[in-house]
């Protein structure tokens, strides 16, 4: 077991509590409709949970595969950035089709923000 393992499985289990409050803030909701921002925001919280989740976890296993967890950390990274592209083309879809405009200064700004913490 590499010895960063008990912090990835941390980060792991933080974002699954991410992930319960995500449930949370929909089953206390108040008001009968839900706004079409409100279940795009939801909706982004389950999916980055769920990949925090797996990266968290799946460096563990890469690790002891590869040799090295710097390695696994490499390959890891090369999976998430590939994630970020695709899911910044997703959620752009499914903005418009929920008829959310996001101006393009926005959306530079968190690809910016996101790529610098990646």
């Known amino acids: 077991m590499?010895?960063?393992?008990?912090?990835?499985?941390?980060?792991?289990g933080l974002s699954a509590s991410f992930l319960?409050?995500?449930?949370?803030?929909?089953a206390f909701r108040r008001g009968g409709d839900m706004?079409?921002?409100?279940?795009?925001?939801?909706?982004?919280?389950?999916?980055?949970s769920f990949v925090n989740i797996v990266v968290a976890i799946s460096i563990v296993p890469?690790?002891?595969?590869l040799g090295?967890?710097?390695e696994a950390a490499r390959?890891?990274?090369?999976?998430?950035?590939a994630?970020?592209?695709a899911q910044n083309i997703?959620?752009?879809?499914?903005?418009?089709?929920?008829?959310?405009s996001f101006r393009g200064g926005w959306a530079v700004l968190a690809l910016v923000v996101r790529a610098r913490r990646s």
Not at 35 to 48: S, T
Not at 75 to 81: M, P
Not at 90 to 100: K, S, T
């Open 62 to 65: 890469l690790a002891s595969l």
């Open 90 to 100: 997703l959620f752009a879809m499914r903005g418009r089709r929920a008829g959310l």
């Open 83 to 85: 994630y970020v592209v």
């Open 2 to 12: 590499i010895p960063e393992a008990g912090f990835l499985f941390s980060i792991a």
């Open 35 to 48: 706004q079409p921002v409100d279940a795009f925001r939801l909706r982004q919280m389950v999916e980055f």
């Open 20 to 26: 319960g409050l995500a449930g949370l803030v929909m």
């Open 75 to 81: 390959w890891a990274s090369v999976g998430v950035i």
């Open 68 to 70: 090295t967890s710097v």
